[in-house]
């Protein structure tokens, strides 16, 4: 999409807020710094009150919906049959918590023994394992956003003692069980909140994920990650990459493309058919139409619950989890639609960047998100080329075109 | 009265290194329902398991035709009106090429005996009292699985998919003797030993570990107490309180083992 910054020239350079209810969220652009007619630049501020000028007025603002559940939260009690005394905290059930399943070549650092696989077949890889079962693993792409649930949970536990609206974390492989005292080692060294794990040795675990309602599933592998989204499970492919920056440690950051990963692919479609003047023709025609839902959907909506529940305790503004859209769509235009379409479906994100075709690498590096969603993986590579943790969402019509430079 | 009885249609394994496997007869036919033709029992929920055995069998001599590590069958009945029909159910279990290797007569009072008596180290059933009494006596037991596919009509045989875990929960009624020379441990070695013979991907025996509560410390310990009786599972879960219907249905095991790991 970088031929079409070139061509708009309609960027704004600042931010300006947009009014959502109470709730402000700061919309960035970026680009070029031409000023298109009709639009005024509106220096970013905290004032909850200033709106945009502009195309944007005839859009209704209407209280959102997130200031009216303060009322107390279904607080479900631990009956579970736990035989061994111990200290730690149980692990919820599976229908009341966002359940996040992740491999164990994402969450750790397994490149050494994929070789040993590679080279030498299975037996002696599984050999090598049992060998080198004392020495853990060596943290993996997905670790810091692993680590960065868990301190959500932290915060969670500590305002509602009682709730098993959590994070839970599960362990799943398709590894043979030789591996499984190395892979418990590596989860005791690391101090992980991990006693769910499902190690198939070779079988695959999504029906019973599906079953478990898992809300996303992280893998190194894009066949399973297509097979986890044709059941409905949201879940994006992740790559290890040398460089990684550091992240917030005490706020949970999730980025998100907008079309086909929050929203349907409709609008890529009739990009990727017609060009660009068609998608912003197709883009007013149907503003007042909602996007379809993407298989992300349902995991921002879980986010937007636990933040909710962090709300309800005063702590707005200390919230640990934060999400953010990035889209290439460009605010002024196509963006309205994807605002309009998260506001009806009752989400909100904290923030919202609106690039009109400009690289994302370099905005993620200044948000820092635990991990970045995109289904295209020339997005995911320009932003894991500036240390953001990028992982491919493989749905819609993407990825049936070559990546374009 | 209790009579063993031998199946002449097949060959006799060696005592001493067999693995001696109980079926009920409940569970390897549906009474009263008869094969037209043949006048004999149509097969049931067990036949399934049987393929499964003689599949083991057929690959274990495969690898060594003097192997002597073998599953041995054994028919038993455990209720006095099949203990009177034992003719219909060898002549059924002939007329089915059935690999099971001896027959026992038993009713319900004596089939524990016959079980103790006749050195067997599994006894699989469909009636929960039955498993749960013959425990108690300290012969390692479990209850059949259910299958998804129609057993009867299946060609091609599966593999034995065994799952272990501890339903702690019925651990607390059973009270096996330590000790005992019919302890779990035993027939987990053997399971262990047999699964030994084959490689990691190609076997015909499919050892899968669940750990239903608890956390990731009891699965390493279980993980660690099962190699040391020389068993190496194939696949492992920890499901910390999750459901387990949902990986039953995936991992279609034949029978499910209760462990009963004394810590």
Known sequence: MLQTAA???????????????????PIHLSGLSAQPEGLSMVKMSLDPVQVMSGQVQDIKVSPSSNGESRGSWEEKEFDQKQLDQTTKPKPPKPENAVTIAVSSRVLFRTEREQKVYEQKGVEEYLRYQVEHENEPFAPGPAFPFVKALETVNIRLRELYPQSEELFDIVLVTYNHAHVGIRLINTINHHNLFIERFCMTGGSSPIGYLKAWQTNLYLSADAEKVREALSEGIAAATMFMSDKMTTVSESQLRVAFDGDAVLFSDESERIFKAHGLDKFFEHE???????????????????????????????QRLNCPIRTYLVTARSAA???IRALKTLRAWGLEVDEALFLAGAPKGPMLEKIRPHIFFDDQMFHVEGAAEMGTVAAHVPYGVAQLHSKKK | MVSVVLNTDVKQEDAGNAVVVAVTSRALFESGLEDD????WKLSLAFPLLQAVQKVNDCLLEKNPAESLL??????????????LSSLLISS?????LGVGKFCFASEETFVDSLLENNVQLFLSTNKDEVQTASQKGVPSAMLEAR??????????????VWLDEDLISLRDSASEPGSRHSPQRFLAKLGEIRQRFSVSDSPLWISLVILHGSRENCGKRLKTLRSLGVSVDDVYCLAGAPSEPLLSVLQPHFRFNCCFMD
Not at chain 1, 7 to 25: I, Q, R, T
């Open chain 1, 7 to 25: 061509a708009l020239s309609v960027y704004l350079v600042g931010g300006f807020f947009f009014v959502l209810g109470e709730h402000s969220v």
């Open chain 1, 284 to 314: 007013r025609e149907n503003e007042d139409t909602l996007l379809d839902h993407g298989p992300f959907k349902g995991f921002l909506e879980a986010l937007a619950k636990l933040q909710k529940k962090f709300y309800a305790k005063g």
């Open chain 1, 333 to 335: 235009s196509s963006g």
């Open chain 2, 37 to 40: 033709d043949a006048g004999v």
């Open chain 2, 71 to 84: 599953l041995d069958v054994l028919l038993i009945t455990t209720d006095s009106q099949h203990q009177k």
């Open chain 2, 93 to 97: 279990t002939k007329h089915h090429g």
């Open chain 2, 148 to 161: 998804k596919k129609d057993s009867s009509v299946s060609c091609q045989r599966e593999d034995l998919r």
